[in-house]
């Protein structure tokens, strides 16, 4: 049986094993890279904190549509912060990187991010249809609004409907960021399929388990964080991220055996 072309190209990558408490120094190194060129950073999080504002607004009053814009904020930012990948990159080397070096990353004639953005979308997409169909189907009282949720579902319903929603987001959550750990900055590193990167970044959270739990901990915990603050801190939590996820990709796998992209 002839394997897939994303199999066989994620074969060409040694993944590394690193030990637990590694994702602390790729925070810390993300927070250099910040430092040192910063406009970048405060560019893409200014936009994405001023971006979420808009849609919590929009959507206070309307439980599923809120859920449905945040859930996919959250998964499709990595991909928004691709410029910052690029300056990370560009730092690494070359030792200095720019807002043009941010720009520059986002090539009308490369398509395989734009794809893997919308293979984000639709996951999100499919779990706020899964989880509305849970609420609604188990809920004792129909469920339109944030404040119906938080009644309903986390206070008074006595089944552990609540507790079975936040398993079930888990669940669904775990293989999408299984899926782009490090996909997002490989295919902006090197000559790869958008399966090749799946298939490599796969790999890699089955080589490191332990960490990688600690890391997408780390990333839900920041940006929480940076979202209770009125969206504010996303400002700082968004680019620190983003470039800590690129430090995160260069430490775990080695693609010294495929051409980079210039």
Not at 38 to 47: C, D, E, R, S, T
Request: overall charge positive; some cysteine.
């Amino acid at each position: 049986m002839r394997e897939s072309r994303g199999l066989v190209e994620s074969r060409r990558f040694v993944t590394r094993q690193v030990p637990l408490l590694r994702p602390l120094g790729w925070l810390a190194a993300g927070w250099r890279d910040f430092l040192r060129c910063p406009v970048p950073g405060l560019v893409h999080g200014f936009a994405l904190a001023a971006f979420g504002a808009v849609l919590f607004w929009n959507a206070r009053n309307q439980f599923w549509l809120l859920t449905g814009a945040f859930s996919g904020f959250l998964l499709v930012a990595p991909v928004l912060a691709t410029g910052l990948y690029s300056v990370s990159r560009a730092l690494q080397r070359e030792g200095h990187a720019s807002l043009a070096t941010a720009l520059r990353a986002w090539k009308p004639s490369d398509l395989r991010l734009v794809l893997f953005g919308l293979l984000l979308a639709l996951a999100g997409t499919g779990w706020v249809l899964t989880s509305a169909s849970l609420v609604n189907t188990l809920a004792p009282l129909p469920v339109a609004t944030p404040r119906e949720f938080l009644r309903t579902v986390v206070l008074e319903d006595p089944g552990q409907l609540f507790e079975i929603w936040l398993a079930m987001g888990a669940l669904l959550a775990a293989p999408v960021f299984a899926s782009s750990v490090v996909a997002i900055p490989l295919l902006l590193d090197r000559e790869i399929s958008v399966g090749g990167a799946v298939f490599t970044s796969w790999r890699t959270v089955l080589a490191n388990p332990a960490p990688l739990a600690l890391w997408a901990a780390l990333i839900a915990a920041f940006t929480l964080l940076g979202m209770a603050t009125l969206m504010l801190g996303l400002v700082i939590v968004v680019p620190w991220l983003a470039h800590a996820s690129w430090h995160a990709y260069r430490d775990l796998v080695d693609g010294a055996r495929l051409a980079e992209r210039e």
